[in-house]
């Protein structure tokens, strides 16, 4: 079981006052349709649902990795993210690595935002109702810069009063500090902020760390044994919430 040395608490629906909301993969997903069109043109053809189920299968893999690797200047998360993704939806010995890389390549000649650029399912609709129950949305994101470029590009930065960007503060998850710097510049409270995101090492363990409570988003069950609460997606949260608030 991963756990926080925190421990697992009970989340304060009911008394909730601001939402911290992790971007990618949270909020905006990567852009499937491209790397699908990518893969295609490569000559490994994956249908477009297999290829969503593979990436969040990859996810529980990338955070160990992150968990056991950190401070490692030769670790490259998105590698292993890639090779991950790709080994559950290519066949062929070895195949999925060599595809990895060479999408690796391929994706760092392309701006962040351009890669990241899907909207979640129900997520604006979410948002939305976040903010309908007086719900303050603050985006802390482990990015390159662009996390707000993104948010604009899809028209989803109106919900958000802050955008905090690893880039320009000089900390990224699971690091406290980024998640205290944006408690402090939404000037809110811990015990009444929830942080919500897509990896358990870098988002559950970090947001506990600085005395925050925290989500963790797994739409197909693939985080068994984590303690803390989860949700399939930013439409269950809200669900969630609005029966706690009644």
Partial sequence: MTKSPSGPK????????IL????GNTVLSMDF??????????????????????????????????RDRRGDASFDPMGIYLRAMLAGVVPGDGRAQALAEDL?????????????CGRLPGVEDALAAFREMDLRLV??????????RSLVRTG???YFEVVWDSHYVGCEK??????????AAARGRPEATLHVGDMYDVDVAGARAAGIHALLL?????????????????????ARLRAARR
């Fill in 156 to 158: 989803l930065r109106p």
């Fill in 20 to 23: 911290f909301l992790d971007v």
């Fill in 33 to 66: 349709d491209l790397l699908g069109a990518e893969l295609s043109s490569r000559g490994a053809p994956v249908e477009l649902a297999a290829l969503r189920r593979a990436e969040a299968a990859a996810r529980p893999i990338v955070s160990a990795a992150i």
């Fill in 139 to 148: 985006a802390v994101s482990n990015s390159d810069g662009t996390a707000e």
């Fill in 10 to 17: 009970k989340v304060p629906y009911a008394a909730l006052e």
């Fill in 174 to 183: 699971p690091d406290p500090r980024i998640f205290r710097q944006a408690l």
């Fill in 104 to 116: 690796l390549v391929w994706a760092r000649a392309h701006p962040v935002d351009r890669l990241w």
């Fill in 218 to 238: 797994d739409p197909f069950g693939d985080w068994d044994g984590v303690d803390c609460a989860r949700a399939a997606d930013l439409s269950e949260l809200a």
